[in-house]
C-alpha cells in the first residue's frame, strides 16, 4: 500500500518545515524517468539512473524526497485516512511519479490557498491538489501537462430555489472554498460573470462549505465536480444541480525556479498516461455514475 511510504507532516509543521529546508542543501538528483530507477547517494546529491529515454537533473528541497503540497479535504483526488496517512487520486499518482524518480512522497498538508506560496518559495517541491490550470496561477508557478478534467458544479439543500447557474444571482451568499478556481468565478464582477465578492465566503475546505450550507449559512456551495460528489454522498439533503459552469485541467504545479523537475515530473507523468497508469489510478477512486 502506497500509504506506508508517506511520512506525513502536519499542518502546523509547515511553517517550521520551511525553516528547515531554508537551511539545508539542496539535493541534485540526475534521472531517467522510465520504470527501473536505481538510486545512489553521494556526497549530498541523490544520483538516479534508469533505462529510459527521458534523462535530465533535477533538485528537491530534502534528498530523497518529493515534497508533495496538498490540501486533503479534497476527495476523491486528497483525503485523510483513519490512521493519519494520505489517500486519493494525486497521492497514488504522486507515488508514481516519485517511484520513477528515485524518490520518496512526503505529503504536506495545508490550506489549498496556501499551496502555490509553498511551491514557488521552494518548501514543497511540487503541488497536487486539484489544481486547474489557470492563467493567475501560471504568473507564480510552472505546470505540468493535465492529467484529469473538472468542472466547477452547484450544490443546493434539496429544497433549494436555486436551480440553475443564473439563479446564483439570487444567492444571497455563495459558499466557496478560499483560494480556488470556484471563489474566482464567484467573487468576480456581475460585468465578469461573477456575483460580487459580497455574496461569496470563502471557507477553508469544501467539507465546512457544504456544512455551512446544512446549517444555512450559505444559498449554495461551488466547488470542483468530483469532490461535490462525496461531499453530496456524506450529507443528506443536498444536491448538484445538473448545469454546471466551467471546464478544466488538472496538472502539477512546479516552482518556476526549478524547470529541471518540471521536467522530470512531466516526463514520468507522461509515461505514466501512456501506460495507462493515470487512467487505472482514476478508475480506482472513481467510478462511472
Ligand atoms: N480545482 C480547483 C482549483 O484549482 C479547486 C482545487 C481544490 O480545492 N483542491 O482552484
Known amino acids: 500500500m502506497n500509504i506506508k511510504k508517506i511520512a506525513a507532516a502536519a499542518l502546523t509543521a509547515v511553517m517550521g518545515f520551511g525553516l528547515v529546508a531554508c537551511g539545508s542543501t539542496a539535493t541534485t538528483s540526475s534521472t531517467t524517468t522510465t520504470g527501473g530507477a536505481t538510486t ?14 527521458t534523462s535530465g537533473s533535477f533538485t528537491t528541497a530534502e534528498k530523497g524526497v518529493l515534497h508533495v503540497a496538498t490540501n486533503a479535504a479534497f476527495p476523491p483526488y486528497e483525503s485523510t485516512t483513519d490512521d493519519g496517512g494520505f489517500t486519493g487520486i494525486d497521492i497514488d499518482l504522486a507515488n508514481a511519479i516519485a517511484d520513477k524518480l528515485g524518490l520518496t512522497v512526503t505529503v504536506d498538508n495545508m490550506d489549498f490557498g496556501s499551496i502555490v506560496a509553498a511551491v514557488s518559495g521552494g518548501k514543497s517541491d511540487i503541488g497536487m491538489a486539484g489544481m486547474s490550470v489557470t492563467d493567475e496561477r501560471k504568473k ?5 501537462d493535465t492529467y484529469a478534467n473538472s468542472k466547477q458544479v452547484i450544490i443546493v439543500t434539496e429544497d433549494s430555489d436555486i436551480q440553475t447557474p443564473d439563479d446564483l444571482s439570487k444567492a444571497d451568499k455563495i459558499g466557496c472554498q478560499e483560494g480556488t478556481t470556484g471563489y474566482m468565478y464567484c467573487s468576480d464582477t456581475p460585468e465578469n460573470g461573477g456575483y460580487g465578492e459580497d455574496h461569496v465566503i470563502a471557507y477553508n475546505n469544501g467539507i465546512i462549505a457544504v456544512q455551512a450550507l446544512l446549517a444555512g449559512k450559505v444559498d449554495a456551495v461551488v466547488i470542483d465536480e468530483q469532490p461535490a460528489k462525496e461531499y453530496v454522498k456524506s450529507n443528506p439533503g443536498t444536491k448538484i444541480l445538473d448545469a454546471a459552469f466551467t471546464d478544466e485541467d488538472y496538472a502539477i504545479c512546479v516552482s518556476k525556479n526549478n524547470p529541471e523537475l518540471r521536467e522530470a515530473v512531466n516526463n514520468a507523468l507522461n509515461e505514466l498516461k501512456a501506460d495507462g497508469t493515470v487512467q487505472q489510478i482514476i478508475d480506482k477512486y472513481i467510478t462511472a455514475d
Request: hydrophobic share 35%.
Open 140 to 144: 507564480s508557478v510552472d505546470f505540468t
Open 40 to 53: 545512489t547517494a553521494a556526497a549530498g546529491a541523490t544520483t538516479t539512473t534508469a533505462s529510459g529515454s
